[in-house]
């Protein structure tokens, strides 16, 4: 139980850190802010929070691991180099599917809210 804590402690340093040092991981927040109020106003029924929640775990999972995945290249990879640059863009690129889709999903959820 003892070594589960300092696992989890770990975990919520990452997820500490990430949030001071990458700006897009600030916005994310706010976002999952945003939404989560609006779907408080709008009543969303428990279907849909699923799907929200789902999406925005999507977005900040992603969100985590591109921030490893550049720490990492980063690490290895001090200078210049192509697949450096693959790494990090196809992390991003992650980030961008998931953020993409959680827009497509919001969209599904709150258009009959607000056009009924
Ligand atoms: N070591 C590297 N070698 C080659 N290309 C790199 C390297 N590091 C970053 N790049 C590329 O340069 C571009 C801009 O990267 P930049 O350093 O601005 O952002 P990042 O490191 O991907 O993320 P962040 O701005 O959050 O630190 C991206 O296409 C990235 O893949």
Known sequence: ??????????AWAGVRASVRTEAN?????????????????????????L???IAQG???GAELLNTA????????????????????DAAAGAVLVAAVMAVIVGLIVFGPHIVP
């Open 25 to 49: 991981m600030r916005l994310h927040l706010v976002a999952v802010v945003a939404v989560n109020a609006a779907g408080w106003l709008a009543g969303l029924s428990r279907t849909e929070w």
């Open 1 to 10: 139980m003892r070594r589960f804590l300092r696992s989890v402690a770990f």
């Open 69 to 88: 995945v550049e720490h990492v290249v980063d690490l290895a990879s001090p200078g210049p180099h192509p697949l450096a640059k693959a790494a990090k």
């Open 58 to 60: 999507m977005v900040l």
């Open 51 to 53: 799907a929200i929640v």
